[in-house]
């Protein structure tokens, strides 16, 4: 028996699990009932223990660094709650704030001669706050963020800058 698998096999497992996706969503919409989460978008999702930490799907798409989130998530720095939502470990909401405008915003430190200390600059990027707010149960982290811009970088910083690579 061989166990070789054509590529037409393969793109007929795919366009048969295609098929499934699409009946699956075509009798929710009919009988009015919302699939846990949308079927055929990218979902990103990390297993700790027994639990599963999700983002929606604005949030997929606006990040710019999937790998820091998901290091940030196996060193335990995110955890899932009971209901849903996420929990910042490092204490500092200030030092959440300054992770998640780098993860979507592209916020970084500079190093000022003058003050002699690395200042929070802010990147380009929009900051999802609503979305955000409602993930982690704060309502501060825009405020927290905005405020800081040109300050000295939260305590600390060091361990986001290494969920980048820096």
Same mark, same amino acid.
């Given at each position: 028996?061989?166990?070789?698998?054509?590529?037409?096999?393969?793109?007929?497992?795919?366009?048969?699990?295609?098929?499934m996706n699409e009946n699956q969503q075509?009798?929710?919409?009919?009988? @009015?009932?919302?699939?846990?989460?949308?079927? @055929?978008?990218?979902?990103?999702?990390?297993?700790?223990? !027994?639990?599963?930490?999700?983002?929606?799907? !604005?949030?997929?798409?606006?990040?710019?660094?999937?790998?820091?989130?998901?290091?940030?998530?196996?060193? *335990?720095?995110?955890?899932?709650?009971?209901?849903?939502?996420?929990?910042?470990?490092?204490?500092?909401?200030?030092?959440?704030?300054?992770?998640? *405008?780098?993860?979507?915003? *592209?916020?970084?430190g500079r190093y000022s001669e003058r003050?002699r200390c690395m200042m929070w600059q !802010?990147?380009?990027?929009?900051?999802?706050?609503?979305?955000?707010?409602?993930?982690?149960? !704060?309502?501060?982290?825009?405020?927290?963020?905005?405020?800081?811009?040109?300050?000295?970088?939260?305590?600390?910083?060091?361990?986001?800058?290494?969920?980048?690579?820096?």
């Amino acid at each position: 028996m061989d166990n070789h698998v054509t590529h037409e096999a393969l793109a007929g497992l795919g366009k048969l699990l295609q098929g499934m996706n699409e009946n699956q969503q075509s009798l929710a919409a009919a009988i @009015g009932v919302a699939l846990p989460h949308p079927i @055929g978008k990218k979902e990103i999702g990390y297993w700790l223990g !027994l639990d599963r930490v999700t983002l929606p799907p !604005l949030l997929q798409e606006a990040m710019l660094n999937s790998r820091a989130f998901e290091e940030a998530v196996s060193l *335990g720095y995110i955890r899932p709650t009971t209901d849903g939502r996420l929990v910042w470990t490092l204490g500092s909401k200030t030092l959440l704030a300054y992770f998640l *405008g780098r993860l979507f915003c *592209g916020d970084h430190g500079r190093y000022s001669e003058r003050k002699r200390c690395m200042m929070w600059q !802010l990147g380009s990027g929009t900051f999802p706050a609503k979305a955000l707010h409602a993930l982690f149960g !704060l309502n501060t982290l825009f405020d927290l963020r905005r405020n800081r811009a040109e300050f000295s970088l939260p305590e600390h910083f060091q361990m986001v800058d290494r969920l980048f690579g820096e």
